[in-house]
């Protein structure tokens, strides 16, 4: 079959592979209809994970009909259109029992990797390098999902695949980015990164109840994406000091909701952008916080600041003492998409969201090469680049 490989430091290439087969009775094969480019995909892309290898076939968002299942698989079948997690999960962990799913501590099959960074094992990621499993990512014809029981999501009938898409990492990603935040009726909620992540979690701030969204980037068509579909007001950060401006638009109060939807390759400006480039150029840091120290500097006392944005090390000039000051709340993580993406296949079968306005070029897998960079540079108002195996 075909499928797009990680070769290098920004190059990827379309190659030959064996096609997946069952390796586990839980498993299941899905033939992928579609598989989304994604944020956090950039950082492996532009080498900041460093456990990926020459080969490693990329891409965790997708969806797409099951094809084959194990013999343990019984509540899933051949023909069954699903959405599929990206997160993967055994279900039986103490983690998941608690919802937790990507603290699960089974489903991660090179451990070591994450135990040696983080203390502890955490879940496996379709597509993310051998530190979150090694697992096939999705930018291929097949699939292998383990823990598919747990990993798959019937799609409801009258739901197009465009609008289930997204439903397997962005939306989850940013409903729960907004529920971490601990929104309250009318509450003033920031985001920082107007990308698919950040726009669903500006859906999200308004299904659980916010006042005013204010959406932060620095590209105008992402900005406008961020008024005309989630209903945001927006600040572009080369144009304004943000702080000044939050303050302004808060009375002097500060928003009492901030999202992190960057994480570690965030853009900033002035000397804090050639400090950060510099420090992680020279690999004395990994991440660039710069939204981070933002978000915590910006928010009201005793407010909270919800990250998703994907950080893998260790960041510099972390503002400690206002955080512990303001009495900040934190909260983070990878999704627990087997939380959400039930509700949220009811919200979009529903019409109260629709996310398939982030498909905004629809490629093959021979085209992995111009898809990647087209989202990583932001032209042609890229918003996703999906490949469409099957035409």
């Known amino acids: ?47 900041y994970i460093p456990a990926m290898r020459a080969g490693d076939i990329i891409g965790h968002e997708f969806m797409g009909e099951i094809v084959e299942v194990g013999p343990e698989v019984k509540k899933l079948k051949k023909g069954d259109r699903v959405v599929v997690c990206s997160v993967l999960s055994c279900g039986g962990c103490e983690f998941c029992q608690r919802e937790e799913y990507s603290l699960c501590d089974n489903s991660n099959a090179e451990p070591e990797w994450t135990e040696k960074a983080y203390g502890y094992p955490v879940a496996g990621i379709f597509g993310y390098s051998h530190a979150l499993g090694g697992y096939a990512g999705s930018h291929a014809e097949y699939t292998r999902i383990p823990f598919a029981e747990n990993t798959c999501f019937k799609v409801p009938d009258g739901v197009s695949n465009e609008s289930a898409l997204f439903t ?14 601990g929104i309250e009726p009318g509450d003033t909620v920031v985001v920082w990164g107007a990308g698919g992540v950040g726009l669903m979690a500006m859906h999200s701030a308004w299904l659980l109840g916010a006042g005013r969204v204010i959406a932060i980037d620095q590209y105008p068509y992402r900005l406008e994406q961020a008024r005309v579909r989630a209903n945001a007001e927006t600040l572009n950060f080369k144009e304004v000091d943000v702080l000044q401006a939050l303050k302004d638009m808060t009375g002097g109060r500060g928003p009492d909701r901030c999202i992190d939807c960057v994480g570690m390759e965030a853009n900033s400006t002035g000397i804090e952008k050639i400090y950060d480039y510099a420090k992680q150029y020279a690999r004395l840091q990994n991440d660039r916080p710069a939204v981070l120290r933002q978000a915590i500097m910006a928010c009201r006392k005793g407010g909270t600041v919800s990250i998703i944005g994907v950080y ?23 999704q627990f998409g087997q939380r959400y993406i039930p ?9 109260e969201v629709d996310p398939a306005y982030l498909l905004t070029h629809k490629l093959s897998l021979d085209m992995g090469q111009e898809g990647y960079m087209m989202f990583k540079d932001k032209t042609n108002n890229n918003m996703r680049s999906v490949f469409a195996p099957a035409g």
Request: net charge positive; proline share 5%.
């Open 343 to 351: 509700k949220l296949l009811d919200i979009v079968a529903k019409g």
């Open 312 to 334: 893998g090390g260790f960041v510099d000039k972390f503002p400690m003492g206002a955080a512990m000051n303001k009495g900040l709340t934190f909260r983070m993580g990878q």
């Open 168 to 181: 397997s990492d962005a939306f989850p990603t940013g409903y729960m980015a907004a529920d971490f935040a």
């Open 1 to 47: 079959m075909k499928a797009i490989c990680w070769e290098g430091i920004n190059k990827v290439s379309t190659e030959r592979v064996p096609d997946p087969s069952i390796l586990n009775p839980r498993d299941a094969i899905v033939r992928v209809f579609l598989s989304s480019v994604c944020g956090s995909d950039l950082h492996l892309l532009g080498g």
